[in-house]
T-cell receptor
Framework: DTEVTQTPKHLVMGMTNKKSLKCEQHMGHRAMYWYKQKAKKPPELMFVYSYEKLSINESVPSRFSPECPNSSLLNLHLHALQPEDSALYLCASSQDWASGGQYFGPGTRLTVT | GENVEQHPSTLSVQEGDSAVIKCTYS??????FPWYKQELGKGPQLIIDIRSNVGEKKDQRIAVTLNKTAKHFSLHITETQPEDSAVYFC?????????????FGKGTKLSVKP
């Protein structure tokens, strides 16, 4: 099973709202990732968690706050977003960081109004 | 840092024809090269990958070739079908190394006409 699940599928939020995106995998992977993808562009790395610790933050604004409650779950907390943050947010996992294939979830389509 | 270039940006073929997408990379330390297929409204799906100790890998109608000397790798799809229509991304990283992040190409939109 190479499934990564994400909820919700779609999210519309105002600039003053607080919301969270959720990601789950049950493959025993120890690295999990958040990506942002704009239309017609490749995924852009935001955060990497390795063994439940934040190991990479690609200079992401503080209005995005990741959390890894356990080895199967990854959250992305959103607060005071801007319209330009509207995008597809993808979660991925891999056996370890630098261990090869990353498996992506279906994404959350976020619209900030 | 690593840079991956992908060509062409769009590719249109007739059903049953072959399709080839090419990528070049800059960092000789890269040794892992996956290919992803992304259908409209979905997340990228890993379809095939290759490591630098192998020159070619096949999985049914898809194959990937790697030329380490020239630093390029290619995706070959034979007997294309309409369901192959999607955006394909190549990527490079350093398996077991210090650069585990995937560096993506800009993508190729493949259209297979029935």
């Amino acid at each position: 099973d190479t499934e990564v699940t994400q909820t919700p599928k779609h999210l519309v939020m105002g600039m003053t709202n607080k919301k969270s995106l959720k990601c789950e995998q049950h493959m025993g992977h120890r690295a999990m990732y958040w990506y942002k993808q704009k239309a017609k562009k490749p995924p852009e790395l935001m955060f990497v968690y390795s063994y439940e610790k934040l190991s990479i933050n690609e200079s992401v604004p503080s209005r995005f706050s990741p959390e890894c409650p356990n080895s199967s779950l990854l959250n992305l907390h959103l607060h005071a977003l801007q319209p330009e943050d509207s995008a597809l947010y993808l979660c991925a996992s891999s056996q370890d960081w630098a261990s090869g294939g990353q498996y992506f979830g279906p994404g959350t389509r976020l619209t900030v109004t | 840092g690593e840079n991956v270039e992908q060509h062409p940006s769009t590719l249109s073929v007739q059903e049953g024809d072959s399709a080839v997408i090419k990528c070049t990379y800059s960092d000789s330390a890269s040794n892992y090269f996956p290919w992803y297929k992304q259908e409209l409204g979905k997340g990228p799906q890993l379809i095939i990958d290759i490591r630098s100790n192998v020159g070619e890998k096949k999985d049914q109608r898809i194959a990937v070739t790697l030329n380490k000397t020239a630093k390029h790798f290619s995706l070959h799809i034979t007997e294309t079908q309409p369901e192959d229509s999607a955006v394909y991304f190549c990527a490079a990283s350093s398996y077991g190394g210090s650069q585990g992040n995937l560096i993506f190409g800009k993508g190729t939109k493949l259209s297979v006409k029935p």
